[in-house]
């Protein structure tokens, strides 16, 4: 069974920063997609930052150049960290991936205040 846990939300102000970390149950080389999506109050959940096997790291517009998406294969962590933040960046962001299945994380809350 795999887990993702995410952590390091929390409440920060318009141009502040945040790291987020997802920790993965066992290697994160099993899977060949990982990502970050994000799902604000009354909108659909969306996608931030995606690494593909092989591939690069894709990004959202509204993102790019703020946020950069990472990964440490020795801590099975994927992490998020994020940038020069706008109220606009607030919701719950998951961790996810997938090789034959699916995978998701709890979600963590993001909450940028103007």
């Known amino acids: 069974q795999v887990e993702l846990v995410e952590s390091g939300g929390g409440l920060v102000q318009a141009g502040g920063s945040l790291r987020l970390s997802c920790a993965a149950s066992?290697?994160?080389?099993?899977?060949?997609?990982m990502a970050w999506y994000r799902q604000a109050p009354g909108k659909q959940r969306e996608l931030v930052a995606v690494?593909?096997?092989?591939?690069?790291?894709n990004y959202a517009d509204s993102v790019k150049g703020r946020f950069t998406f990472s990964r440490d294969n020795a801590k099975n962590t994927l992490y998020l960290e994020m940038n020069s933040l706008k109220p606009e960046d607030t919701g719950v962001y998951y961790c996810?991936?997938?090789?034959?299945?699916?995978?998701w994380g709890q979600g963590t809350q993001v909450t940028v205040s103007s």
């Open positions: 996810y991936a997938s090789n034959t299945r699916r995978y």
């Open positions: 690494i593909t096997s092989g591939g690069p790291t």
């Open positions: 066992g290697s994160i080389f099993r899977f060949n997609t």
